[in-house]
């Protein structure tokens, strides 16, 4: 059936996309296919956004056991899975979420925000018993626990220890973080700084990634708005990633993604500033390596010009802080 005539059908609510007023979408849509100013719709409606996957399919390779095995990847930015984690990393030989409830006292955890996305904005620490009972009932809390770098509680047991693989380098390693999620938990539309490698060690996690150079189909917020900056958002999408409203954020439905699913025993490797939006099936456990490893030319290209330009800014509001500091200590 033709799309206008269907969208006309369909309740307020079809899926994840949102008709706010059929007549209205029935509208938007037809301007959409007769001007062709967003790709997507002259086949199909984005429901969700794994919709958004264009032809290209991700590459598998063995885990890379030499320094710079994964060199050609980082310099292209090609995101990869990678096979065969347990056989290369004894240490996460017997972890999953077991091994993680008996050897941890307390979790960090965050809630879901109102749109039921973890967006990363606030944590607190439980005791690990509680955390196991919101496994079990409500699976309203995603576990994010430093393991190795920033931020390590002094929680945690010396027998959970990380080691690095051989491409990373030390001297560029940032943190290694465990995330243990009930399942369903979905990790915001976002991009980092640093490349990240996504290990699978319980469940699987379905992903949808978007290459640096399709930031302006993201709809990031603003590296000049100084709540985005104070709230630490400036990495963040402003889409509603539960309702894709293509009417206020059009250039979406241009964006190609590469999808994949990341099953249990392997790694995603996820290149500094790609776009990435995760949702996990079952009950799940990962842990990833941060580690910072760009070329000038990188920070030259969007996203990362916006993350340097939001570190700069943060530097300029940290100087005036303590310039205001010293005013009120001396006067
Ligand atoms: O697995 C997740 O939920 C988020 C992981 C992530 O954002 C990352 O590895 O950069």
């Given at each position: 059936?033709h799309?206008?005539?269907?969208?006309a059908?369909?309740p307020?609510?079809?899926?994840?996309?949102?008709?706010?007023?059929?007549r209205?979408?029935g509208?938007?849509?037809?301007?959409?296919?007769?001007?062709?100013?967003?790709?997507?719709l002259?086949?199909?409606?984005?429901?969700?956004?794994?919709?958004?996957?264009?032809?290209?399919?991700?590459?598998?390779?063995?885990?890379?056991?030499?320094?710079?095995?994964?060199l050609?990847?980082?310099r292209r930015r090609?995101?990869?899975?990678?096979?065969g984690?347990?056989?290369?990393?004894?240490?996460?030989?017997?972890?999953?979420?077991?091994?993680?409830r008996e050897?941890?006292?307390s979790i960090?955890?965050?809630?879901?925000s109102?749109?039921?996305?973890?967006h990363?904005?606030?944590?607190?620490?439980?005791?690990m018993?509680?955390?196991?009972?919101?496994?079990?009932?409500?699976g309203?809390?995603?576990?994010?626990?430093?393991?190795?770098?920033?931020?390590?509680?002094?929680?945690?047991?010396?027998?959970?220890?990380?080691?690095?693989?051989?491409f990373?380098?030390?001297?560029?390693?940032?943190?290694?973080?465990?995330?243990?999620?009930?399942?369903?938990?979905k990790s915001?539309?976002?991009?980092?700084?640093?490349?990240?490698?996504?290990?699978?060690?319980?469940?699987r996690?379905?992903?949808?990634?978007?290459?640096?150079?399709q930031?302006?189909?993201?709809?990031?917020?603003?590296?000049?708005?100084?709540?985005?900056?104070?709230?630490n958002?400036?990495?963040?999408?402003?889409?509603?990633c539960?309702?894709?409203d293509l009417?206020?954020?059009?250039?979406?439905g241009?964006?190609?993604?590469?999808?994949g699913?990341?099953e249990?025993?392997?790694?995603?490797?996820i290149?500094?500033?790609t776009?990435h939006?995760?949702e996990?099936?079952?009950?799940?456990?990962?842990?990833?390596?941060?580690?910072?490893?760009n070329?000038?030319?990188?920070?030259?290209q969007?996203?990362?010009?916006d993350?340097?330009?939001?570190?700069r800014?943060i530097?300029v509001?940290?100087?005036?802080?303590?310039v205001?500091?010293?005013?009120s200590?001396?006067?």
């Amino acid at each position: 059936m033709h799309m206008v005539v269907l969208a006309a059908f369909l309740p307020m609510e079809y899926g994840n996309f949102v008709i706010r007023e059929s007549r209205k979408a029935g509208a938007t849509l037809t301007s959409a296919i007769q001007t062709g100013r967003c790709g997507l719709l002259k086949q199909e409606v984005a429901m969700s956004l794994f919709d958004l996957s264009g032809p290209e399919s991700i590459k598998t390779i063995p885990f890379p056991s030499e320094q710079d095995g994964l060199l050609p990847y980082i310099r292209r930015r090609q995101p990869l899975l990678l096979s065969g984690i347990k056989e290369s990393l004894p240490f996460i030989q017997d972890w999953n979420y077991d091994f993680f409830r008996e050897s941890l006292k307390s979790i960090r955890i965050q809630r879901q925000s109102e749109d039921g996305i973890y967006h990363y904005l606030g944590f607190e620490r439980i005791p690990m018993a509680e955390f196991d009972e919101v496994m079990r009932t409500t699976g309203n809390g995603y576990a994010l626990e430093p393991l190795k770098g920033r931020g390590v509680s002094e929680d945690l047991p010396n027998d959970v220890s990380v080691t690095l693989p051989a491409f990373v380098p030390q001297s560029r390693f940032r943190v290694s973080n465990l995330y243990i999620g009930p399942g369903k938990n979905k990790s915001l539309l976002h991009y980092d700084e640093t490349h990240s490698l996504l290990m699978m060690l319980e469940g699987r996690k379905r992903f949808i990634l978007f290459a640096p150079d399709q930031s302006d189909c993201m709809y990031p917020y603003s590296p000049f708005s100084l709540r985005a900056l104070l709230e630490n958002r400036v990495v963040d999408s402003k889409i509603d990633c539960q309702k894709l409203d293509l009417e206020a954020f059009p250039k979406l439905g241009k964006a190609k993604g590469i999808t994949g699913w990341l099953e249990e025993g392997q790694a995603l490797f996820i290149p500094a500033g790609t776009w990435h939006f995760i949702e996990a099936e079952g009950r799940n456990v990962s842990v990833n390596y941060f580690w910072l490893q760009n070329r000038v030319r990188d920070w030259l290209q969007q996203p990362l010009l916006d993350f340097w330009l939001k570190r700069r800014a943060i530097d300029v509001l940290d100087q005036l802080r303590k310039v205001k500091h010293k005013l009120s200590a001396a006067a």
